[in-house]
């Protein structure tokens, strides 16, 4: 996650909403792990009606009492969520602008050279396609993530402090589940930064065949140019899939692991019960545990993949916002523009061709005076005046 880092500034900027959001989503978790305590009390009490040990009116009462108490967390969780995302998925639209911004900030100072040596498929695939993996990781995942933190931690150990050996075969299978999200979080960094590459790649050629259609209908090569795009598009397709596969396997895995979680329940605290050990309650009460624990663990390999697309979009970005300006301007007076353009055994070559342009050229032009220059193409013309602009530094 070393290249996420890039991010911390934008953190730092918001700061306080993602504080806020953070503290009402663990708000928000607090009141969902009040409703299952209360459905193991309304189903005691249902339990305690059966055997007499408690009058009908007095069962009653205490029921519709666990139903208000029930129905109200579950409303206060609905609305604190309401609030988390507001401020959460907020935070990540307000870094992807930041984020396009400075990218393309950063393009308008590059020199000529960068452009020569970069396509304008891959440039627009970086500020758009990257940045928008990238924001899935400033808000879903951490808004997500938090969530599963908070379940996790005041979770399991309410599980371990109600009834810890029944805890403790309910949740043996999350280590199995941590080695397996490990080992595929590895496969799916490296197939997410190869799918990158060849949006990239597509996006150029489509930008290249665009910006060049009149010439592909004056030659008639819509065939050509149809069977170069449909070579690409499967080996897209081919490494799309490949990523796919591996990300198919996360939500089946949760599902079969967090299955053999209730077999466990139901078994382990059906022995309990008939030894006497614990209330039918805390069966349900652990049933109930185990399936809201199911979509924070299923959701962990979800999280883990779009971090791991979210690193190699914003790699990619880092590269281009890494590229050192080539020209640079700090006057440290203010200069007197007369007009005298003078040029003292000035050379230059491209980087991109290593084509020695100008060698050696001098020349003086005073401010009022018109000079021609003349010579055949690839002389050298342009290349002056690209100089004279600035828009290369001499060799």
């Known amino acids: ?5 890039h991010l911390n500034k934008y953190f730092k900027k918001y700061w306080f909403k993602l504080f806020l959001g953070i503290i009402i989503t ?6 969902q792990l ?26 009653q009462e205490l029921l519709m009492e666990y139903i208000l108490i029930i129905v109200g967390a579950a409303i206060l969780s609905g609305f604190f969520t309401f609030l988390m995302r507001q401020l959460i998925i907020n935070i990540s639209r307000y870094i992807e602008y930041d984020l396009k911004n400075e990218i393309f900030d950063h ?32 808000g879903p995942a951490i808004m997500y993530g938090i969530q599963t933190l908070t379940l996790f931690a005041c979770l399991i150990p309410l ?25 595929i ?27 060049g259609v009149s010439v592909i209908k004056a030659y008639a090569l819509e065939p050509q140019t149809n069977s170069d795009l449909t070579k690409l598009a499967i080996e897209g397709k081919e490494k799309s899939v490949s990523l796919a596969k591996v990300n198919a396997w996360f939500f089946p895995l949760m599902i079969l692991l967090i299955g053999i979680s209730n077999i466990l329940v139901i078994y382990i605290g059906g022995k309990q019960y008939l030894a006497g050990e614990i209330e039918v309650g805390l069966i349900a009460e652990f049933i109930l545990y185990v399936n809201m624990l199911t979509w924070p663990v299923a959701i962990v390999g979800w999280l883990t993949s779009i971090v791991q697309r979210a690193a190699a979009s914003q790699k990619r970005i880092n590269e281009f916002l890494n590229q050192e300006l080539e020209i640079k301007n700090n006057p440290t007076n203010t200069l007197t ?28 032009i005073n401010e009022g005076e018109t000079t021609a220059i003349i010579g055949k193409t690839g002389s050298g013309k342009s290349t002056i005046l690209d100089l004279v602009a600035r828009l290369y530094d001499t060799s």
Do not use: C, W
């Not at 007369?338 to 003086?364: H, P, R, W």
């Open 107 to 138: 393009y308008q100072k590059l020199s000529l050279n960068f452009y020569k040596k970069n396509r304008t498929g891959d440039l627009m695939n970086r500020i758009s396609e990257d940045v928008n993996e990238v924001r899935m990781y400033a």
């Open 34 to 59: 009040i409703m299952p305590s209360y459905v193991n009390n309304s189903i005691t009490v249902v339990e305690q009606y059966i055997k007499t040990e408690i009058e009908k009116s007095t069962a």
């Open 337 to 364: 523009i007369k007009g005298k353009i003078e040029f003292k055994n000035v050379d230059f070559t491209y980087q991109d061709t290593n084509i020695n342009a100008i060698k050696d050229l001098s020349f003086t």
């Open 185 to 211: 979080s590895k496969v799916i960094h490296k197939r997410s930064t190869i799918v990158q590459q060849y949006l990239s790649t597509l996006s150029t050629f489509t930008q290249e065949i665009f910006s």
């Open 26 to 31: 663990i708000i928000a978790r607090l009141f």
């Open 1 to 5: 996650m070393k290249e996420l880092k």
């Open 159 to 183: 599980m371990f402090i109600k009834a810890p050996t029944l805890a403790a075969y309910t949740l043996l299978p999350l280590p199995f589940l941590s080695v397996l999200i490990y080992q």
